[in-house]
């Protein structure tokens, strides 16, 4: 699937971002558009400082950020795209003790919904939305994690944003919440423009029409999962043995080792990359090297 063409919703150019001496941000940029772009990229590569960004917590040092076609270092653009934006940050704060409708109800009264019955009515909205009509009056702190970072994207659908913000939204989650929730992830960017971050290559994989890979605060890649996975043909190969040439190989359940690196040896057994191994070879030395 290629990016649907439109305009931008967001524009991220020669952004750089430094927390003391520490450089979150060394200079990123891409654009995104309607669907999902995923942000890829190891810890500390900048990802939430770059969310952060985008649902304007935080602004930039240098370089310029457009969001829904306007200027967040202008505080009333800033207040028009926070009316058009959901955040789930990592780690969303939540008041255990409220119920899930409860906390709902109190990030729709911070984003001024004021009139109570259409409040209450967009709370059970999103709630319903993400599947939580049956738990809305459960407290938080009895809901299980995947039922919390439901409640926790249910807070960013409120008002139907254009821009969906999403930081990590499937760590910690079992491999059928994290199905779930790719489901409501791409049911979500029907027409919206949504940007997660994950360290999940397969989520990436399966949700994502455009991918951006930072590392040291840096773009690495910005592009399709097919221009990405493109990068990778040709180094990737299957053997009896770890390769020497290879940059990283592990042994799969068939007995093989899956070797990728830049040149394979004469006669490999080349196989089809896939986003993950794209990724690897990508990161190259700042990849986790996996023992052969
Ligand atoms: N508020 C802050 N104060 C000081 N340093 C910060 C702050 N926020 C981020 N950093 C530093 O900036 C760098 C980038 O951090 P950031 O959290 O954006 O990375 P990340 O890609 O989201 O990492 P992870 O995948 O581990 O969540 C790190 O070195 C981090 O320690």
Redesign the pocket.
């Known amino acids: 699937m290629n990016p649907i063409p439109g305009p931008a919703a967001v524009v991220v150019d020669e952004v750089t971002k430094s927390?003391?001496r520490?450089r979150?941000l060394a200079g990123v940029s891409f654009t995104a558009s309607t669907g999902v772009t995923g942000l890829l990229?190891?810890?500390?590569?900048?990802?939430?400082?770059?969310l952060r960004m985008l649902a304007t917590v935080l602004g930039p040092d240098q370089g310029r950020l457009r969001l829904l076609g306007r200027d967040p270092a202008d505080s009333e653009e800033r207040l028009e795209i926070r009316r058009r934006l959901g955040y789930l940050p990592?780690e969303p704060g939540f008041h255990r003790g409220f119920t899930a409708f409860e906390f709902v109800d109190y990030v729709a009264i911070l984003k001024e919904m004021t009139d109570r019955r259409e409040r209450h009515d967009e709370v059970r909205r999103v709630l319903a939305e993400v599947g939580l009509e049956s738990v809305s009056g459960k407290r938080i702190r009895a809901l299980s994690g995947g039922m919390r970072r439901r409640v926790g994207l249910a807070q960013a659908l409120l008002g139907d944003p254009e821009l969906l913000v999403l930081d990590?939204p499937t760590v910690g989650l079992d491999p059928e919440q994290r199905l779930r929730f790719r489901e409501l992830i791409s049911r979500a960017a029907e027409g919206r423009c949504v940007i997660l971050?994950t360290?999940q290559t397969e989520d990436v994989a399966a949700l994502c029409n455009a991918i951006v890979v930072?590392r040291a605060?840096r773009t690495l890649f910005s592009g399709t999962p097919a221009e990405l996975v493109a990068t990778a043909a040709g180094r990737v190969w299957l053997d009896d043995a770890r390769s020497p040439d290879a940059h990283l190989a592990w042994r799969t359940g068939t007995g093989q080792h899956r070797n990728i690196g830049e040149v394979p040896p004469p006669g490999a057994q080349l196989v089809p990359p896939t986003v993950e191994d794209a990724y690897l070879l990508l990161l190259g030395d700042e990849s986790v090297a996996v023992p052969a």
């Open positions: 927390f003391g520490t979150a990229g190891p810890n500390g590569a900048g990802k939430t400082t770059l990592q990590e971050s360290h930072v605060g």
